[in-house]
Protein backbone atom coordinates (compact mmCIF):
# COMPACT_ATOMS: atom_id res chain seq x y z
CA UNK A 1 0.00 0.00 0.00
CA UNK A 2 2.11 3.23 -1.11
CA UNK A 3 -0.97 5.77 0.01
CA UNK A 4 0.08 9.25 -1.40
CA UNK A 5 2.63 9.28 -4.13
CA UNK A 6 4.26 12.28 -5.36
CA UNK A 7 7.01 12.83 -8.52
CA UNK A 8 9.25 14.67 -8.59
CA UNK A 9 10.67 14.82 -5.64
CA UNK A 10 13.30 17.62 -6.56
CA UNK A 11 12.68 19.64 -9.51
CA UNK A 12 14.72 23.07 -10.84
CA UNK A 13 13.26 24.95 -13.53
CA UNK A 14 13.85 28.77 -15.30
CA UNK A 15 11.32 30.96 -15.51
CA UNK A 16 8.16 30.75 -18.42
CA UNK A 17 9.03 26.51 -18.41
CA UNK A 18 6.05 24.47 -17.53
CA UNK A 19 6.10 21.48 -15.58
CA UNK A 20 3.09 19.07 -13.86
CA UNK A 21 3.72 17.70 -10.38
CA UNK A 22 1.81 13.92 -10.14
CA UNK A 23 0.11 13.01 -7.47
CA UNK A 24 -1.65 9.36 -7.09
CA UNK A 25 -3.50 7.79 -4.53
CA UNK A 26 -4.53 3.60 -3.86
CA UNK A 27 -6.85 4.50 -0.99
CA UNK A 28 -9.55 5.11 -3.27
CA UNK A 29 -9.99 8.61 -1.60
CA UNK A 30 -12.19 11.25 -3.41
CA UNK A 31 -10.73 14.54 -1.94
CA UNK A 32 -7.64 15.49 -3.24
CA UNK A 33 -6.16 18.45 -2.69
CA UNK A 34 -2.50 20.53 -3.61
CA UNK A 35 -1.30 22.69 -0.67
CA UNK A 36 2.04 24.98 -0.81
CA UNK A 37 4.43 25.31 1.95
CA UNK A 38 6.69 28.63 2.14
CA UNK A 39 8.69 29.56 5.38
CA UNK A 40 6.30 30.98 7.94
CA UNK A 41 2.98 31.23 5.44
CA UNK A 42 2.15 27.37 6.64
CA UNK A 43 0.12 25.46 4.14
CA UNK A 44 -2.11 26.79 1.81
CA UNK A 45 -4.60 25.31 -0.55
CA UNK A 46 -4.05 25.87 -4.05
CA UNK A 47 -7.11 23.81 -6.02
CA UNK A 48 -8.69 20.59 -4.36
CA UNK A 49 -11.03 17.77 -5.83
CA UNK A 50 -14.15 16.03 -4.53
CA UNK A 51 -14.31 13.23 -7.63
CA UNK A 52 -13.35 12.54 -10.97
CA UNK A 53 -14.21 15.41 -12.95
CA UNK A 54 -14.79 18.09 -9.87
CA UNK A 55 -12.57 20.70 -9.06
CA UNK A 56 -12.19 24.10 -7.04
CA UNK A 57 -9.86 26.35 -6.49
CA UNK A 58 -8.05 27.10 -2.84
CA UNK A 59 -6.46 30.25 -1.63
CA UNK A 60 -3.99 30.48 -4.12
CA UNK A 61 -4.81 29.21 -7.41
CA UNK A 62 -3.09 31.94 -9.78
CA UNK A 63 -0.68 30.22 -11.80
CA UNK A 64 -1.57 26.37 -11.48
CA UNK A 65 -4.14 24.46 -13.20
CA UNK A 66 -5.32 21.11 -12.18
CA UNK A 67 -7.54 18.05 -14.22
CA UNK A 68 -9.09 15.21 -12.46
CA UNK A 69 -9.88 12.52 -14.83
CA UNK A 70 -9.32 9.18 -12.52
CA UNK A 71 -10.10 8.90 -8.77
CA UNK A 72 -6.50 7.94 -8.24
CA UNK A 73 -4.90 10.77 -9.90
CA UNK A 74 -4.84 14.31 -9.88
CA UNK A 75 -1.91 16.12 -11.51
CA UNK A 76 -0.80 19.97 -11.23
CA UNK A 77 0.17 21.89 -13.21
CA UNK A 78 2.41 25.31 -13.44
CA UNK A 79 2.00 26.71 -17.22
CA UNK A 80 4.49 29.37 -17.31
CA UNK A 81 6.41 29.20 -13.93
CA UNK A 82 7.36 32.16 -11.93
CA UNK A 83 9.94 32.65 -9.14
CA UNK A 84 7.32 33.49 -6.99
CA UNK A 85 6.29 29.61 -7.27
CA UNK A 86 9.36 27.98 -5.53
CA UNK A 87 8.38 26.14 -2.87
CA UNK A 88 7.56 22.73 -1.70
CA UNK A 89 4.27 21.38 -2.73
CA UNK A 90 2.33 18.66 -0.72
CA UNK A 91 -0.50 16.01 -2.10
CA UNK A 92 -3.33 15.35 0.00
CA UNK A 93 -6.24 12.80 0.18
CA UNK A 94 -8.98 11.65 2.11
CA UNK A 95 -12.17 10.25 2.05
CA UNK A 96 -15.40 12.28 2.06
CA UNK A 97 -16.18 13.81 5.64
CA UNK A 98 -15.67 15.93 8.11
CA UNK A 99 -14.24 13.43 10.14
CA UNK A 100 -11.53 12.02 8.01
CA UNK A 101 -7.61 12.84 8.37
CA UNK A 102 -5.55 13.84 4.97
CA UNK A 103 -3.09 11.71 4.36
CA UNK A 104 0.07 13.72 2.70
CA UNK A 105 3.17 12.97 0.41
CA UNK A 106 6.18 13.15 0.82
CA UNK A 107 6.38 16.94 -1.03
CA UNK A 108 7.99 18.00 -4.24
CA UNK A 109 10.63 20.70 -4.00
CA UNK A 110 10.69 23.59 -6.93
CA UNK A 111 13.65 25.92 -7.61
CA UNK A 112 12.30 28.26 -9.93
CA UNK A 113 15.13 30.35 -11.68
CA UNK B 1 -8.96 33.49 5.91
CA UNK B 2 -6.45 31.26 7.32
CA UNK B 3 -6.37 30.78 11.47
CA UNK B 4 -4.21 32.56 13.08
CA UNK B 5 -2.16 29.98 15.49
CA UNK B 6 0.14 30.78 18.78
CA UNK B 7 2.58 31.02 19.58
CA UNK B 8 4.74 31.06 16.72
CA UNK B 9 7.57 29.34 18.36
CA UNK B 10 8.27 27.77 21.57
CA UNK B 11 11.36 25.84 23.43
CA UNK B 12 10.73 24.08 26.13
CA UNK B 13 12.67 21.06 28.44
CA UNK B 14 12.10 17.52 28.48
CA UNK B 15 8.64 17.06 30.89
CA UNK B 16 7.41 20.32 30.58
CA UNK B 17 3.69 21.01 29.07
CA UNK B 18 2.94 23.45 26.40
CA UNK B 19 -0.52 24.51 25.06
CA UNK B 20 -0.97 25.58 21.33
CA UNK B 21 -3.78 27.83 20.31
CA UNK B 22 -5.60 27.85 16.76
CA UNK B 23 -8.33 30.99 16.60
CA UNK B 24 -10.33 31.33 13.49
CA UNK B 25 -12.78 34.45 12.20
CA UNK B 26 -15.45 31.56 11.01
CA UNK B 27 -17.55 29.40 12.08
CA UNK B 28 -16.24 26.13 12.21
CA UNK B 29 -17.32 22.73 11.49
CA UNK B 30 -14.06 20.70 12.63
CA UNK B 31 -10.78 21.36 13.33
CA UNK B 32 -7.70 19.10 12.24
CA UNK B 33 -4.42 19.06 13.99
CA UNK B 34 -1.16 17.98 12.25
CA UNK B 35 2.67 17.81 13.33
CA UNK B 36 5.78 17.79 10.66
CA UNK B 37 9.26 16.93 10.97
CA UNK B 38 11.66 19.13 9.63
CA UNK B 39 11.73 17.93 5.41
CA UNK B 40 8.71 15.13 6.06
CA UNK B 41 5.50 14.94 5.34
CA UNK B 42 2.68 16.36 7.32
CA UNK B 43 1.43 13.72 9.94
CA UNK B 44 -2.15 13.98 11.16
CA UNK B 45 -2.78 13.71 15.35
CA UNK B 46 -6.43 14.13 15.74
CA UNK B 47 -10.40 16.16 14.55
CA UNK B 48 -12.44 17.86 16.71
CA UNK B 49 -16.18 18.25 15.37
CA UNK B 50 -18.56 20.79 16.18
CA UNK B 51 -20.13 19.31 19.12
CA UNK B 52 -17.57 16.61 19.85
CA UNK B 53 -16.07 15.60 23.00
CA UNK B 54 -12.21 16.85 23.58
CA UNK B 55 -9.76 14.55 22.24
CA UNK B 56 -6.79 12.63 23.35
CA UNK B 57 -4.04 9.94 22.87
CA UNK B 58 -1.16 9.56 25.15
CA UNK B 59 -0.10 12.76 26.39
CA UNK B 60 -1.11 14.93 23.50
CA UNK B 61 -4.95 16.32 23.69
CA UNK B 62 -7.11 18.70 21.80
CA UNK B 63 -10.48 20.90 23.27
CA UNK B 64 -12.88 22.89 20.51
CA UNK B 65 -14.82 26.37 22.03
CA UNK B 66 -17.06 26.44 18.98
CA UNK B 67 -18.50 29.83 20.78
CA UNK B 68 -15.21 31.23 20.55
CA UNK B 69 -14.12 29.20 17.51
CA UNK B 70 -10.80 28.36 18.94
CA UNK B 71 -8.70 25.32 19.70
CA UNK B 72 -6.27 24.14 21.46
CA UNK B 73 -3.67 21.17 21.60
CA UNK B 74 -1.98 20.22 25.10
CA UNK B 75 1.04 18.66 24.60
CA UNK B 76 1.59 17.10 28.92
CA UNK B 77 5.59 16.23 29.54
CA UNK B 78 6.92 16.86 26.74
CA UNK B 79 9.07 13.88 24.98
CA UNK B 80 12.19 15.12 22.38
CA UNK B 81 10.21 13.25 19.94
CA UNK B 82 7.59 16.03 20.31
CA UNK B 83 9.66 18.69 18.60
CA UNK B 84 8.68 20.08 15.23
CA UNK B 85 5.99 22.05 13.46
CA UNK B 86 2.26 22.05 14.11
CA UNK B 87 -0.25 22.58 12.41
CA UNK B 88 -4.02 23.28 12.62
CA UNK B 89 -6.64 22.67 9.86
CA UNK B 90 -9.83 24.34 9.87
CA UNK B 91 -13.00 22.96 8.28
CA UNK B 92 -15.24 26.26 7.36
CA UNK B 93 -18.79 25.27 8.36
CA UNK B 94 -20.03 26.86 5.16
CA UNK B 95 -18.02 24.02 3.51
CA UNK B 96 -19.36 20.63 2.67
CA UNK B 97 -16.09 19.47 0.83
CA UNK B 98 -14.06 18.75 3.96
CA UNK B 99 -11.89 21.08 2.73
CA UNK B 100 -9.08 22.53 5.03
CA UNK B 101 -7.51 25.67 5.53
CA UNK B 102 -4.26 25.50 7.72
CA UNK B 103 -2.53 28.20 10.01
CA UNK B 104 1.19 29.09 9.70
CA UNK B 105 2.43 26.69 12.21
CA UNK B 106 3.78 26.39 15.98
CA UNK B 107 7.16 25.46 15.97
CA UNK B 108 7.99 22.96 19.13
CA UNK B 109 11.54 22.26 20.26
CA UNK B 110 11.88 19.78 22.93
CA UNK B 111 15.66 19.76 24.55
CA UNK B 112 16.81 17.48 27.02
Known amino acids: NAGVTQTPKFQVLKTGQSMTLQCAQD?????MSWYRQDPGMGLRLIHY???????DQGEVPNGYNVSRSTTEDFPLRLLSAAPSQTSVYFCASSYLGHDQPQHFGDGTRLSIL | QQPVQSPQAVILREGEDAVINCSSS?????VHWYRQKHGEAPIFLMI?????EQKGHDKISASFNEKKQQSSLYLTASQLSYSGTYFCGTEPSSSNTGKLIFGQGTTLQVKP
Open chain 1, 49 to 55: SVGAGIT
Open chain 2, 48 to 52: LLKGG
Open chain 1, 27 to 31: MNHEY
Open chain 2, 26 to 30: KALYS
